[in-house]
Nanobody, 124 residues
Framework: QVQVAESGGGSVQSGGSLRLSCAAS????????MGWFRQAPGKKREGVAV???????TYAGSVKGRFTISRDNAKNTLYLQMNNLKPEDTAMYYC??????????????????WGQGTQVTVSS
């Protein structure tokens, strides 16, 4: 089993920034793929950004140029730097991981391990 835990959510005004962190632990078989997803009330969970075991990153079009995904492989920690936040970015943000993974799509179905989520609220 892999445990995944997010931190760093909060409330900001439009145009502000937040940085999310995610730590993976447990039975990790490298390389692992990791990613950020979000779900707003009444909407489906959607991909925000993912990073493959080979380091390849994929972003949703709505966040490209504003969000940056990165990882510290030595610590199995994932980050999401979110700049120029907009009210439509308001959602519960989830971190996900998948073991023994090189390449992954920005879709929830490609990930088997999930965190509990951290709330991001952007006010106008």
């Amino acid at each position: 089993q892999v445990q995944v835990a997010e931190s760093g959510g909060g409330s900001v005004q439009s145009g502000g920034s937040l940085r999310l962190s995610c730590a993976a632990s447990g039975y990790i078989y490298s390389p692992i793929c990791m990613g950020w997803f979000r779900q707003a009330p009444g909407k489906k969970r959607e991909g925000v950004a993912v990073i493959g075991g080979d380091g390849t990153t994929t972003y949703a079009g709505s966040v490209k140029g504003r969000f940056t995904i990165s990882r510290d492989n030595a610590k199995n920690t994932l980050y999401l730097q979110m700049n120029n936040l907009k009210p439509e970015d308001t959602a519960m943000y989830y971190c996900a991981a998948e073991n023994a993974c090189w390449v992954v799509a920005n879709t929830p179905g490609d990930f088997g391990y999930w965190g509990q989520g951290t709330q991001v609220t952007v006010s106008s």
